[in-house]
């Protein structure tokens, strides 16, 4: 075997115990790298924050130009939501900066929890 046989086998053996102890902490009980965003009281809800661009209480929708949703794997951009419930609309204004929860249940973007910031 020659020096740079060696030299390989060495970084590939060093290349995937790096990768399996990162693996490792993503699900490690207080190291969950999996999830950036902020969570709420409720265990498990990432909560993206943004800013409300337009409300249409009649239609139940809400425009928010928001950061990253990491739950949904979707990227910073502005666009409309339902809201799973009217009274969430309520106290809200254009402008407004807050936090958020949404999914996609069926197809359909939801914001299922909003709080001010």
């Known amino acids: 075997m020659n020096y740079k046989t060696i030299a390989i086998t060495l970084l590939l053996g060093l290349a995937t115990h790096t990768s399996l102890q990162a693996e490792e902490m993503m699900y490690h009980e207080g190291h969950d790298m999996g999830q950036t965003g902020e969570m709420s009281e409720q265990a498990g809800m990432v909560m993206t924050k943004g800013v409300i661009t337009r409300i249409d209480a009649s239609n139940g929708k809400l425009g928010i130009k ?38 996609n249940p069926g197809g359909k973007l939801t914001i299922t929890q909003i709080q001010p910031q």
């Open 66 to 103: 928001h950061e990253a949703i990491d739950n949904l794997k979707m990227p910073a951009m502005t666009m409309v939501f339902r809201v799973a419930e009217p009274a969430l609309l309520k106290d809200l204004k254009v402008g407004d900066a807050v936090r958020f929860h949404a999914e």
